[in-house]
């Protein structure tokens, strides 16, 4: 079955830098553009980042634009996202999702449009 695991999560001060990993694993990992969404509690989840299939196209949000960069290895069935200048307001729960798709260069900025998401990783960031 499809398994998304993200990892590289935990403990930051403001400032600091840290990289979110994504194995994927179940799935053709080249047919999927991928994303990174986050989510605190008692709010919704909030879209971060999104790679097309091929890497060759990017999207981040607004709150991260500047501070952040989403990057895939198809060859390691990976996606990343590299964070700087970590703020208090970073803090949340990090999901990577993957969405099928036949278009080489299409990106999703909505959960809605995600088939598979992983458990989440924790990043907190104190100020």
């Known amino acids: 079955q499809v398994q998304l695991v993200e990892s590289g999560g935990g403990l930051a001060q403001t400032g600091d830098s840290l990289r979110l990993s994504c194995a994927a694993s179940?799935?053709?990992?080249?047919?999927?553009?991928m994303g990174w969404f986050r989510q605190t509690p008692g709010k919704e989840r909030e879209f971060v980042a999104a790679i097309s299939r091929s890497g060759g196209s990017t999207n981040h949000a607004d709150s991260v634009k500047g501070r952040s960069t989403i990057s895939r290895d198809n060859a390691k069935n990976t996606v990343y996202l590299e964070m700087n200048s970590l703020k208090p307001e970073d803090t949340a729960v990090y999901y990577c999702?993957?969405?099928?798709?036949?278009?080489?260069?299409?990106?999703?900025?909505?959960?809605?449009?995600?088939?598979?998401w992983g458990p989440g990783t924790q990043v907190t960031v104190s100020s």
């Open positions: 999702a993957a969405a099928w798709t036949t278009f080489r260069e299409g990106i999703a900025t909505s959960p809605s449009v995600y088939d598979y």
């Open positions: 179940g799935l053709i990992f080249s047919t999927y553009r």
